[in-house]
């Protein structure tokens, strides 16, 4: 297996919802997660009326708590997220709904120094002047 490219990195949700499928060479060596990811996975169960998707989900953010310490969303964070934010608006999107999650992950990263994995590149694309953005792909 080929060495990682980073020593440490910041997933966020896409990455962790599909981490089982992540083939772990695409992966840094050590893993890290927002608060704002745990959050998102806490409201997913609650958010199909599914009953295996519900407990598909429900599993997941067990997995998930029981497997990382999230970084917190800090004043740091709230700083980046400021940072981030003209950047958003330069390239014409807008910071809210689903986008805003992904740019307070992305805030996270940004203070804590860390790349951000990610499965949709092109959603924070605008933002590779600030973050280091690692695309993540599934295996066919």
Same mark, same amino acid.
């Given at each position: 297996?080929?060495?990682?490219?980073?020593?440490?990195?910041?997933?966020?949700?896409?990455?962790?919802?599909?981490?089982?499928?992540?083939?772990?060479?695409?992966?840094?060596?050590?893993?890290?997660?927002?608060?704002?990811?745990?959050?998102?996975?806490?409201?997913?169960?609650?958010?199909?009326?599914?009953?295996?998707?519900?407990? +598909?989900?429900? /599993?997941? &953010?067990?997995?998930?708590? $029981?497997?990382?310490?999230? @970084? *917190?969303?800090?004043?740091?964070?709230?700083?980046?997220?400021?940072?981030?934010?003209?950047?958003?608006?330069?390239?014409?999107?807008?910071?809210?709904?689903? +986008?805003?999650? /992904?740019? &307070?992950?992305?805030?996270? $990263?940004?203070?804590?120094? @860390? *790349?951000?994995?990610?499965?949709?590149?092109?959603?924070?694309?605008?933002?590779?002047?600030?973050?280091?953005?690692?695309?993540?792909?599934?295996?066919?």
């Amino acid at each position: 297996m080929p060495e990682p490219r980073h020593e440490r990195g910041l997933l966020d949700t896409s990455v962790v919802i599909d981490l089982d499928r992540v083939e772990r060479g695409q992966l840094p060596g050590q893993l890290a997660i927002s608060a704002v990811t745990l959050a998102e996975l806490a409201a997913g169960p609650h958010a199909t009326d599914d009953a295996d998707e519900r407990a +598909r989900r429900q /599993d997941r &953010l067990q997995r998930t708590e $029981a497997t990382f310490d999230p @970084l *917190p969303f800090d004043p740091a964070a709230a700083r980046a997220f400021g940072r981030i934010y003209p950047l958003v608006a330069a390239s014409g999107r807008k910071a809210r709904g689903r +986008r805003a999650m /992904d740019l &307070l992950i992305a805030a996270t $990263a940004l203070a804590a120094g @860390l *790349p951000l994995y990610t499965r949709n590149p092109d959603d924070v694309e605008h933002l590779a002047e600030l973050l280091e953005i690692e695309a993540v792909e599934l295996p066919d």
